[in-house]
């Protein structure tokens, strides 16, 4: 890997906050257990946190501690979807801030396919918040120019990857019935 993703990398265990390419836009996140971070995420993003965010991850096992155990069918139904473009809403785990879940129970939840958030939760060892980058009144980023532009010197860092070939945001599915919450 490059020396920006590196230090990138370096950037997150240090509790900063990073934007990285995703299946259809620029991501911001963070270390999801270092809540000033998720904190500066919401800030940034100028996100109400009753909304609640994303956790992306490389496998499954890195979103296990922060969901509460699936039943076969739902799991099943989960799994044939990652590592893939679709983010589910699952139960989550008491302990899950609220800073990540919002006022939820439930917590949205993707093992990402995109070459660059694979690596870097495979790096890092846990998988990473991640939010649209932008301010909540603009247009998502598709590139690291337009991360750069809105957001200047507030970011740590920037990995600098051309995002996959996704046109929308991620679909995003109840995890225990499969209803479709939001259209790819």
Not at 24 to 34: F, I, R, T
Not at 50 to 57: D, T
Not at 90 to 99: F, G, K, R
Not at 109 to 137: E, Q
Request: aromatic share 4%.
């Amino acid at each position: 890997m490059t020396a920006a993703f590196e230090a990138c990398i370096q950037a997150v265990q240090r509790g900063g906050v990073i934007a990285y390419p995703t299946e259809a836009v620029y991501g911001l996140g963070c270390d999801p257990a270092q809540l000033a971070a998720v904190q500066r995420v919401l800030t940034l993003k100028q996100r109400p946190a009753h909304k609640g965010l994303i956790l992306i991850a490389a496998d499954f096992d890195q979103l296990a501690p922060y969901l509460l155990p699936l039943d076969s069918v739902t799991h099943a139904r989960v799994m044939v979807t990652w590592p893939g473009a679709v983010t589910w809403i699952l139960p989550a785990q008491p302990h899950v801030s609220p800073l990540i879940r919002g006022e939820h129970d439930t917590l949205a939840v993707r093992v990402s396919a995109h070459p660059t958030c694979r690596a870097l939760c495979l790096r890092l060892g846990h998988p990473l918040i991640s939010t649209s980058a932008n301010l909540s009144t603009l247009p998502p980023a598709r590139d690291a120019q337009a991360v750069a532009a809105q957001f200047g010197t507030l970011l740590d860092g920037i990995v600098d990857a051309p995002v996959g070939g996704q046109a929308q945001p991620t679909e995003i599915r109840q995890g225990l019935t499969g209803e479709i919450v939001r259209f790819s």
